[in-house]
């Protein structure tokens, strides 16, 4: 049986009726079950984050979870070895709410911040990846880019364990199945308001 996706504007659009203070709730909700990410962590670990700025679960409860226990909070950097090059780094976060850090727009809408210190993907202990849709085994559908495939996909496809690979969504978002191209990354784990889960 050929499995088709769902548009992604059909999450998009449920995910821009929630007001800011569900928003807000939510991601409350969803912050209890960090620690149970917790136990698969060593001390002291780089945790990429990303801004929520297309109406996703807020990520500001990830950055106060990870000043609380001395993680090192990092964001994504798109286009940083030229516009072609898809393969996100990571810069660290220095500050302690999200919207005080200095940003540019990059040219397809997201924020990033730029430094001179810039980590690969495979330097990152835990990367949670934004998402449109997942579904029940793992399979996530982005918003098309590419950039987590091309990013994560040689450390997946060689047996790399590094970086655990995290989805961060709404319960809305959670679907039973969604198709798979050769070049997905599936997710290691998935956090929602309802709880969190592991895929083998």
């Known amino acids: 049986m050929t499995v088709s996706n769902p548009p992604r504007r059909y999450f998009t659009r449920q995910r821009r009726q929630l007001n800011d203070g569900e928003r807000r709730n939510l991601a409350k909700a969803a912050s209890l079950h960090l620690?149970?990410?917790?136990?698969?962590?060593?001390?002291?670990?780089?945790?990429?984050?990303?801004?929520?700025?297309?109406?996703?679960?807020?990520?500001?409860?990830?950055?106060?979870?990870?000043?609380?226990?001395?993680?090192?909070?990092?964001?994504?950097?798109?286009?940083?070895?030229?516009?072609?090059?898809?393969?996100?780094?990571?810069v660290p976060v220095y500050h302690s709410k999200l919207v005080n850090i200095p940003t540019r727009i990059h040219r397809l809408g997201m924020k990033q911040n730029h430094h001179r210190r810039l980590l690969w993907a495979t330097e990152i202990d835990v990367i949670i990846c934004p998402l449109v849709a997942v579904d029940k085994h793992g399979n996530r559908m982005g918003?098309?880019?590419?950039?987590?495939?091309?990013?994560?996909?040689?450390?997946?496809?060689?047996g790399v364990k590094k970086p655990l690979k995290v989805g961060w969504c709404y319960d809305f978002q959670v679907v039973e199945q969604l198709a798979r191209q050769p070049w997905d990354v599936p997710l290691d784990g998935l956090i929602t308001p309802s709880g969190i889960r592991w895929f083998r």
């Open 35 to 90: 620690s149970k990410l917790q136990q698969h962590l060593p001390a002291h670990a780089r945790i990429g984050l990303y801004y929520d700025g297309f109406g996703e679960l807020p990520t500001q409860p990830l950055l106060d979870w990870c000043k609380r226990l001395g993680y090192f909070p990092y964001l994504p950097v798109v286009g940083s070895l030229g516009s072609d090059d898809k393969r996100l780094r990571f």
């Open 143 to 158: 918003m098309g880019g590419g950039f987590y495939d091309t990013t994560l996909g040689n450390s997946y496809r060689s």
